[in-house]
């Protein structure tokens, strides 16, 4: 009987199984640590002490390890380190192939140790991006933050501003990152964006912002966000002198941002059809040189080898552009200050194309007629006062007036439509209106991240209509809008 045969065989199995193991376990360690420090503020001194010598075995630097220094902080003393974060957390592009690997651990196909230097740079963006602490927040911790937020979006390969204002450019989408082939995180970003946009909010919320406005240095260093906003737009009241300007002056900054956006969204596709009831303008540009040919084909002459040409064709190019009157009601109580940017915006855009006649009406318990500053969205915004109840009756009564032309006029009206006692009286004169052969739109909370709450009564009755409530996503309505005015 023959002896199994040992030595050779089996101990580079054996050597290499245990390399795995001790790979695993000093991944294990940075991802401990990092739970550990997200549910529970206090050091652990055994996961601490472990993930400094994992860091540094793997040749990165122990700063890594302190949440106070910010990934930003990290990539200007190792410059080499920013490629390595840049779509770090994009899956791989297909979920088997790590099954197999699981199942191969023996074949020698993962690099682990990379496996434990990647874990250490993605607990770095979680740990400094989830974990926000208490007490107040300075204009410098803020701005950290803003700074994190936007490497776990590099991390992600989003574009940049891709979770946190919902442009959602992910890797394996267009516009998206690198890896092509990576899955579609579409459906994951809007829950991550929702995510930052609460903890941002938390941040913004404890910070001394008049003092922080007050002071010019501070207030340089604030980045213009949704959050600041509606605090600024909130407290606006209270503020005076030097820190109004400065307020003023972020909003401005973050409200010509959007629209910058918002605009490019809008004038792909914003001119009208051709009008063919125009002639031509008999232009030499305007020539259409195919059809000119094809209509004097019969004038072929084969023995000269000539065309001879009775008659020259031009191009339309005069577009259609009938009047238009869009009239947007947007609700301004405590839950819609995202509706409320993102909407004076996008109305001020409309306002500037040729033909097309913008109302803007904002309502809680009373309504106010901004029409007169449609021009201007920062105007609009000042002159708003956000919070209160719904009076949507009272929003209609403003409205029905503006409807001269009712095939011709849009109403657009977005809010979260909670209007509790009054449901019935304003459904019945949304529907009132809409048979007299007004385009009702009506949409959701309108959010950057593409959030949306809707009451259920509402949004039976518009779908049983004929008129879907529209997806919260602000894109959305921008397309719908386009349709209305081409």
């Known amino acids: 009987m023959t002896e199994p045969t040992t030595g050779p065989t089996t101990e580079p199995v054996t050597e290499h199984l245990a390399e795995v193991d001790f790979q695993e376990n000093r991944r294990q360690v940075l991802y401990w640590r990092l739970l550990a420090r997200l549910f529970d503020h206090e050091e652990q001194a055994a996961l601490e002490s472990s993930s400094v010598a994992v860091v540094t075995d793997v040749g990165l630097p122990r700063e890594l390890l302190d949440q106070r220094t910010s990934v930003d902080s990290i990539v200007q003393r190792h410059p080499e380190l920013a490629a390595e974060f840049d779509d770090l957390m994009v899956p791989a592009a297909d979920p088997e192939d790590e099954a197999d690997d699981e199942d191969e651990a023996d074949d020698g196909g993962r690099d682990r140790a990379a496996e434990v230097r990647r874990a250490a740079l993605v607990s ?4 400094n991006v989830f974990s926000t602490g208490s007490g107040s927040v300075s204009a410098e911790r803020l701005s950290r933050w803003q700074s994190d937020a936007g490497w776990l979006e590099r991390a992600l390969g989003c574009r940049p501003g891709g979770l946190t204002s919902g442009r959602h450019g992910v890797a394996g989408m267009p516009g998206g990152g690198s890896g092509s082939a990576a899955p579609d995180l579409s459906n994951l970003a809007p829950a991550i964006g929702s995510e930052l946009g609460d903890l941002e909010a938390d941040l913004v919320s404890r910070m001394r912002l008049r003092e922080v406005l007050a002071d010019p240095h501070l207030a340089a260093r604030l980045t213009p966000s949704m959050s600041l906003v509606e605090q600024l737009l909130r407290d606006k009241g209270n503020l005076s002198g030097l820190a109004l300007a400065n307020a003023k ?3 401005r900054r973050y409200i010509d941002e959007v629209a910058e956006v918002l605009r490019t969204e809008v004038e792909k596709s914003s001119a009208g059809a051709l009008d063919r009831s125009v002639p031509p ?5 305007n020539l259409d040189l195919d059809r000119t040919v094809w209509k004097n084909l019969t004038n072929w002459s084969p023995e000269e080898e000539r065309l001879y040409v009775d008659r020259l064709y031009y191009r339309h190019t005069a577009r259609r552009t009938t009047p238009q009157r869009l009239i947007v009601v947007v609700d301004q109580s405590g839950s819609m200050t995202d509706s409320m940017v993102n909407c004076t915006i996008l109305a001020s855009i409309f306002a500037g194309l040729p033909k097309v006649d913008v109302h803007l009406i904002a309502y809680d318990t009373r309504a106010v007629d901004l029409t007169p500053w449609v021009s201007d969205p920062f105007e609009m915004l000042l002159r708003t006062n956000l919070g209160g109840g719904n009076d949507g009756p009272v929003a209609m009564a403003m409205a029905r007036p503006k409807i001269a032309e009712p095939r011709g006029t849009c109403l657009v009206w977005i ?20 048979r007299s052969g007004v385009k009702f739109i009506p949409v959701g909370s309108v959010t950057s991240s593409g959030r949306q709450e809707v009451n259920p009564w509402f949004r039976e009755r518009f779908k049983d209509l004929g008129t879907p409530v529209v997806s919260g996503h602000i894109s959305k309505l ?9």
Do not use: G
């Open 249 to 251: 002056a972020l909003i």
């Open 415 to 434: 809010s979260d439509f909670y209007e509790f006692d009054r449901s019935q009286p304003l459904f019945d004169a949304i529907r009132e209106v809409y």
């Open 124 to 127: 770095k963006i979680l740990l």
């Open 478 to 486: 921008v397309r719908e809008l386009k349709t209305f005015l081409a």
């Open 281 to 285: 303008k008999r232009v030499f540009r």
